[in-house]
Each structure stands twice: as structure tokens, then as C-alpha cells.
């Protein structure tokens, strides 16, 4: 370790347990007030000596590929991830090494552009087309809808439909009752010593109950396909094909057992729909509570689309609106903090970070920084209105959504797509409109509203 290094400054908090209560208490708040009062790199100790977790907070854009950027140096062992292997197994998500990059290639065939601007997008403007029609049939213009509730059902059909060929609107109940789950892992990720699944107390049994329903719900979708010859649901061969070929692989290097493509389902179900939905319904919200910026999207969607559903190719062709879901990912950053361990002694931005230390890069607090993004808390989508050559909030990494280096999110062409697409299908709709003020969230796996998020919806004439 160079000897110029220096400690690590700590956030200070309250005495013998430092964070522990704020971290219980409000996440979020507790990262943007280390990154804020202490600087870029801030340990945040948790818990009574002797009985400490302790992590290492880095909001400096400059330092993000240091981490992120390498896996052997900065690995996934944290105990986040362990929560996640022991809720989901080890998916790629959660994966690392040749596990990992055994998996990443076996789907890359999933994530190609190809894929992702064809059959993908056709299912992406039907499903929202499905949505729009049933608010408009239920009365949902009288009363309103939940942004939430409603994006969720949406981006749960669509990769239902696109990765597993599945029709997800039975099991969208079941999920939903299993939300704490994510929530529950968090909290277990950042407490010095989560008490062992094993030991029944209510909080155990009930994360136990919500991971077997979502276990049921992939069985659910696996059983569905081995009762069809072909999952073809106008995807090609999707995801759940793939994996069930390689169950079947003579290769022992390429063969699955059942419960990788158990895992493997359950995870991409998660990822593929929670995320989105997040930015979703907090980019519908501040649209609603924007008649600036709505009135400049809908514009651009009528003279783009004139009145004909939007296709794949619309995308580049609307870019206010691409750049209003990049401003809603920026605000509400889904996966709000993204955690590595560090496994040998490190210098990180010129403090000693032992091994072993948990570093959390963490877009949340980076996409708030008022140092890159002035008047942070302001939803502008002019943000990201740049000549090329500039990156959004002046560095490569200040706006990271989809992470940085060899994990990038392999979801990201999709999940940009599906949001442009969905929002110009129901923005060419409806008018919306809404009284929340601001959005209140909560830090589970991913973020989340922590409140309803109440839109009203008004046909557009014409
Ligand atoms: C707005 C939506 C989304 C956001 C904000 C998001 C965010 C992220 C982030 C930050 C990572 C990096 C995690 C790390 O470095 O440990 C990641 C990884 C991943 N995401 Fe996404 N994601 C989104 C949508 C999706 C979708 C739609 C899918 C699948 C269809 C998906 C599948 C994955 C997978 C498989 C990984 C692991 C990649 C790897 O380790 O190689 N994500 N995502």
C-alpha cells in the first residue's frame, strides 16, 4: 500500500452504533449526506464495535472504473450478493468468474440488437397498446391509475413474453405479494449480522414464504413451456429455449441442471421487470406533474408517429423522449447502489481501503451530486440535450443507470427501448396529470416508490 495514502474519513453518527439507525431508517438519505459532508470516498460504520459493518461509499465518477471496471480486484462477495445467491441462486446477476462468463455467453443470443429492435419491440407496443386499451375501457380515465401497480403489470408481461414466451397476467398477483422480498434482502445486505434464514422468527418465515412464491411462479412459467412443443411467442428462440437446451447439452461444460434455469428464470424475471418499472412510473409522475415537458414529448410523439402505433426505429427518431426516460433514470436511479468487495489492500482516490472492505459505488448519491449536475433534485431532460462529444453531467461515469466495466446490464438496450416505446404509446393517449408532489422512495434490491404514485388520466382528443 503506498505510505501516502490516508484513512479513510468517516461519517460521523451516533455514538457506539454510528449509521446503524440511520441506515435503518433511510438509506438513501444517509449515502447522499456521506457523499455531501464527508467527500467522494466516506466509510459509513454501522453497528457497536465488535459487532460493526462497516462500507466504503464512493461517489466520484473517476473512481467508478477503478471498481467497477475490476471484477478480480473488486468481486461480487458481498454480503448482498450472498442474500441474493441464497433468495435466487446464482444467476448472472449474481454470478462471477467463468460461472459468470459461461452464462453471459450462453444468452448473449438473447440481447442482440437484432433481437431487441424485432420481435422485441413488436411485443413492447402491443403490450402497451393492451394497457392503453384497458384504461380506456375500464374508465381508468375517470379514475385515475397507480404508476406503480400499472408499469409493473407492463414490464412483467413484456419480458414474460419476450424471455420465456409466458403470459405473465396470473402470476402478476403473486409477485406482487412477494415485493417485501427485495426489501428484506437489502436490509439483511447492510445489518453487521443478519439473523440466520434457518431460525423462524415472522421476518425469516415471511422471507422464506415470499421467495417460495416466487419459486412457484418460474416453475409456473417452466412447466407451461414443457407442456408446448415451442415457446414461440414471435420472439424466436428466447431465453427459457436456450436454457432448456442446455439442460439438455451433451456438453458437461454447457449443461444446466435444473435448478440453474430455476435460478437463471427467477432472476431475469426480477431484473427484467422491477427496474423498469421503477424508472417507468417515476418518469410518468414527473411528467404528470410537468405539463412543460409532456406537452414537448407529446408534441415530438404526434409529429413522429402521426396517430400509427411506434415501432423500433421510432426510437432514435424521438430523442426528447429518449432523453426524458435517461432524466427519469438519472432522478430514480433503479439499481440505486451496486456493491463489491475489495479483495486485497486498495488505494482508492489516495484513501487505504483494507481487504475485505465493501465498497458501494452508488448512482443514487453520484446522479445527485450537485457538483455535476446542478439544481440535482430538478427533473430537466435538457440535461442530456449535448453535442456528442459531451458527456451528461461532464463525465463519462457521472450518469451510470445501467453500471460500468465487464457487468454493464446486459438489459440495457432493451430496457431503454421498451421505456421510449411505452411512454409514446401512452402519451399519445392520454393527458396525465397528478398530485404527488414529490416522490417518496424506499432502498429495497432495487429502488422503489414507497408510496402510491396516483396519475389521472385525460384521452387526448383526436
Ligand atoms: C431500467 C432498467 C434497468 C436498470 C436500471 C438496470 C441496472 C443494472 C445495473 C446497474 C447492473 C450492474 C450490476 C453490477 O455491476 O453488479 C445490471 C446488471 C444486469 N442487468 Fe440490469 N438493469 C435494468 C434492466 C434490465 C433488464 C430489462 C434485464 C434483462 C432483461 C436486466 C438484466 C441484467 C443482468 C443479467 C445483469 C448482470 C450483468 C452481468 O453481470 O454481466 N437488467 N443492471
Not at 93 to 98: E, K, L, N, V
Not at 203 to 222: E, F
Not at 236 to 242: I, S, V, Y
Request: hydrophobic share 40%.
Amino acid at each position: 500500500m503506498p505510505t501516502n495514502s490516508r484513512p479513510l474519513p468517516v461519517l460521523p453518527g451516533a455514538p457506539i452504533v454510528g449509521a446503524a439507525l440511520d441506515l435503518r431508517r433511510d438509506y438513501l438519505g444517509t449515502v447522499l449526506r456521506a457523499a455531501r459532508e464527508v467527500g467522494p470516498v466516506t466509510r459509513i460504520s454501522a453497528g457497536p464495535p465488535g459487532w460493526r459493518a462497516s462500507f466504503v461509499s464512493v461517489t466520484a465518477p473517476g473512481l467508478v472504473l477503478e471498481i467497477l471496471g475490476q471484477p478480480q480486484r473488486y468481486t461480487r462477495d458481498t454480503a448482498g450478493y450472498a442474500e441474493m445467491r441464497w433468495a435466487f441462486g446464482n444467476g448472472m446477476p449474481t454470478s462471477q468468474g467463468d460461472v459468470w462468463l459461461r452464462q453471459r455467453r450462453l444468452l448473449a443470443p438473447v440481447f442482440t440488437p437484432r433481437r431487441i429492435s424485432g420481435s422485441y419491440a413488436a411485443v413492447m407496443v402491443e403490450e402497451s397498446q393492451k394497457l392503453v386499451a384497458g384504461w380506456r375501457e375500464h374508465g381508468a380515465a375517470g379514475t385515475g391509475i397507480d404508476a406503480h401497480d400499472a408499469m409493473v403489470t407492463l414490464t412483467s408481461r413484456i419480458i414474460g413474453r419476450v424471455l420465456f414466451g409466458a403470459d405473465m397476467a396470473g402470476a402478476i398477483p403473486r409477485m406482487v405479494s412477494a415485493r417485501h422480498v427485495g426489501d428484506t434482502l437489502l436490509r439483511r445486505g447492510v445489518v453487521p449480522h443478519p439473523m440466520p434464514v434457518r431460525v423462524p422468527t415472522p421476518a425469516n418465515r415471511r422471507l422464506v414464504a415470499g421467495v417460495r412464491t416466487l419459486r412457484s411462479v418460474v416453475d409456473d412459467v417452466i412447466t407451461a413451456r414443457r407442456s408446448r412443443p415451442s415457446g414461440d411467442d414471435g420472439c424466436g428462440e428466447d431465453m427459457l429455449t436456450l436454457l432448456l437446451d442446455a439442460q439438455r447439452s451433451e456438453d458437461p461444460d454447457r449443461r444446466l441442471s435444473d435448478t440453474e434455469v430455476a435460478d437463471q428464470v427467477l432472476i431475469f424475471l426480477l431484473a427484467g421487470h422491477d427496474t423498469t418499472a421503477t424508472a417507468l412510473a417515476c418518469l410518468l409522475v414527473e411528467l404528470a406533474r410537468s405539463p412543460h415537458w409532456q406537452s414537448v414529448l407529446r408534441t415530438e410523439i404526434g409529429e413522429v408517429l402521426a396517430g400509427r402505433p411506434a415501432t423500433a426505429a421510432d426510437v432514435s427518431r424521438l430523442p426528447w423522449t429518449y432523453r426524458a426516460v435517461c432524466e427519469a433514470l438519472r432522478l430514480y436511479p433503479p439499481a440505486h447502489t451496486i456493491a463489491r468487495v475489495a479483495a486485497a489492500d486498495e488505494v482508492l482516490g489516495g484513501y487505504r481501503v483494507p481487504a475485505g472492505s465493501t465498497v458501494l459505488v452508488t448512482p443514487w448519491a453520484v446522479h445527485r451530486s450537485p457538483d455535476l449536475w446542478p439544481e440535482p433534485d430538478t427533473f430537466d431532460p435538457g440535461r442530456f440535450d449535448l453535442p456528442p462529444d459531451r458527456h451528461p453531467g461532464g463525465h463519462r461515469n457521472a450518469w451510470l443507470p445501467f453500471g460500468a466495466g465487464p457487468h454493464t446490464c446486459v438489459g440495457m438496450q432493451l430496457a431503454m427501448q421498451e421505456a421510449v416505446l411505452a411512454v409514446a404509446t401512452i402519451l399519445s393517449a392520454f393527458d396525465l396529470s397528478t398530485t404527488v408532489d414529490t416522490i417518496k422512495l424506499e432502498a429495497a434490491l432495487s429502488l422503489h416508490p414507497a408510496t402510491a404514485l396516483p396519475v389521472r388520466l385525460t384521452p387526448v382528443a383526436g
